[in-house]
T-cell receptor, first 112, second 116 residues
Framework: DQQVKQNSPSLSVQEGRISILNCDYTNSMFDYFLWYKKYPAEGPTFLISISSIKDKNEDGRFTVFLNKSAKHLSLHIVPSQPGDSAVYFCAAHTGTASKLTFGTGTRLQVTL | GAGVSQSPSNKVTEKGKDVELRCDPISGHTALYWYRQSLGQGLEFLIYFQGNSAPDKSGLPSDRFSAERTGGSVSTLTIQRTQQEDSAVYLC??????????????FGPGTRLTVT
């Protein structure tokens, strides 16, 4: 049962444009959401997070939006840069467990 | 400071053999997690250690898998009688006590396990 879903396995965006990565979840008990970025042969690195009491969090070029009623969050990267090319994982946390539940990832390719 | 380290970075083993994977968490982090990522899949939770509390083993896929954390620091994940379906990247992460500051986990580079 995939509780966190990233339905787009890949995305290609031109440099300078906006990248929008989407994530849907089914568990209404999730109270905190995180985005991780992963380069090949490296572990995931934390990018940005959002608490369920907020609907937006911004950090530089990265903004995460949360729509609780739709159980949907998205990561916006603007402007996109070639160094942003990586696999992006959405992850969620519940207050009753300390593990993170991850989506399957979206591979972002930023082209010149 | 030093991040999470894992060893070995790659391990090739024959089916039926036992393997041990090691994780050194970030100093001062009380929580330690093991995940694995199979080809084309997301990260799958395996086990969680927090301080001196009993570990959360709810993600271990079978009794061939076990883990321990000695002295509240280094952790070893052991897979006995390996099977081909155990082939994956095994990732270790550590964090401060969850909820104290955030739920952010810091990951090591992983151990790529190939069972032939």
């Amino acid at each position: 049962d995939q509780q966190v879903k990233q339905n787009s396995p890949s995305l290609s965006v031109q440099e300078g444009r906006i990248s929008i990565l989407n994530c849907d979840y089914t568990n209404s008990m999730f109270d905190y959401f995180l985005w991780y970025k992963k380069y090949p042969a490296e572990g995931p690195t934390f990018l940005i997070s959002i608490s369920s009491i907020k609907d937006k969090n911004e950090d530089g070029r990265f903004t995460v939006f949360l729509n609780k009623s739709a159980k949907h969050l998205s990561l916006h990267i603007v402007p996109s840069q070639p160094g942003d090319s990586a696999v992006y994982f959405c992850a969620a946390h519940t207050g009753t467990a300390s593990k993170l539940t991850f989506g399957t990832g979206t591979r972002l390719q930023v082209t010149l | 400071g030093a991040g999470v380290s894992q060893s070995p970075s790659n391990k090739v083993t024959e089916k039926g053999k036992d393997v041990e994977l090691r994780c050194d968490p970030i100093s001062g982090h009380t929580a330690l997690y093991w995940y694995r990522q199979s080809l084309g899949q997301g990260l799958e939770f395996l086990i969680y250690f927090q301080g001196n509390s009993a570990p959360d083993k709810s993600g271990l896929p079978s009794d061939r898998f076990s883990a321990e954390r000695t002295g509240g620091s280094v952790s070893t994940l052991t897979i006995q009688r390996t099977q081909q379906e155990d082939s994956a990247v095994y990732l270790c992460a550590s964090s401060l006590e969850p909820g104290i500051s955030s739920y952010e986990q810091y990951f090591g580079p992983g151990t790529r396990l190939t069972v032939t």
